[in-house]
């Protein structure tokens, strides 16, 4: 599994209206395994929601620093386990409705 940091995002130098649009847009690209590390000057806890709300369970947030003027916050997109094939076929009947 690969585990590295791939940027490093500091909102603090970018305008407020861009900044989630932004992340979002790392946080999609990136492979599962890696983390952006993220800067800001206050805690991100909305951003945090955000990421749940939209892909729950796909990305593990951690503190690195949490204040009081210097928030880092590590965000990874977690490996999603492969799920099981249904034994006999590709659909829940074992094939029987795909023929």
Not at 18 to 47: M, Q, S
Not at 56 to 77: H, V
């Amino acid at each position: 599994m690969n585990t590295t940091l791939s940027s490093t995002i500091d909102v603090r130098t970018i305008a407020a209206q861009h900044r989630h649009a932004l992340i979002f847009e790392r946080l999609t690209a990136l492979p599962p395994g890696d983390a952006i590390e993220l800067v800001n000057d206050h805690d991100p806890v909305p951003l945090r929601s955000q990421i749940e709300r939209h892909w729950p369970g796909q990305y593990e947030c951690s503190y690195l620093d949490s204040g009081p003027a210097l928030w880092r916050l590590e965000i990874r997109k977690l490996v999603q386990p492969e799920r099981p094939k249904a034994a006999g076929g590709s659909c829940c009947s074992g094939g029987a409705c795909c023929s």
